[in-house]
């Protein structure tokens, strides 16, 4: 029997010196890499959703800039747009003009040509009239 508590008390013995010795430090090893593991693993986690939410900030500081750079091209082709018209207007405002304008210089000509086909038709009508009354009128010019 005291074979067997010797050997309990050296097995109890050799246990508490291994355990501190040995059995401890490696199970605090383990324990602060498995903390480091998992905390790399969180800090991991973290990163990616910060990553994340800077990269969905971008992306919407970017759609932000787009719809900026559409206004701003609406406002240039609608300011375009309008001197186009207004070119346009005056372009034909001026054309308007210029064809009232041709259009009373061939009124002018059409009641001048008038005017004068009314004084030749009133000359030769006085001609012919003068030929009729003179009796030169029966000779026949060759």
Do not use: C
């Not at 498995?34 to 790399?40: H, I, Q, V, Y």
């Amino acid at each position: 029997m005291i074979e067997i508590l010797s050997s309990a008390g050296l097995f109890i013995l050799l246990w508490t010196i291994l355990g501190n010795a040995l059995f401890k430090p490696y199970i605090k090893l383990l324990e602060e890499r498995e903390a480091r593991t998992m905390g790399d693993e969180k800090r991991a986690a973290e990163a990616f959703r910060e990553s994340e939410k800077v990269a969905q900030e971008i992306n919407e500081e970017l759609r932000q800039a787009a719809l900026h750079g559409i206004k701003i091209r609406d406002s240039h082709v609608a300011e375009a747009k309008d001197e186009a018209n207004q070119v346009v207007d005056h372009a034909s405002s001026v054309a308007a003009r210029e064809l009232e304008a041709a259009r009373e210089e061939i009124a002018k000509l059409v009641a001048e040509a008038r005017e004068q086909i009314n004084q030749d038709a009133q000359q030769v009508a006085g001609a012919m009239l003068d030929r009729l009354l003179t009796g030169s009128g029966s000779q026949v010019v060759h």
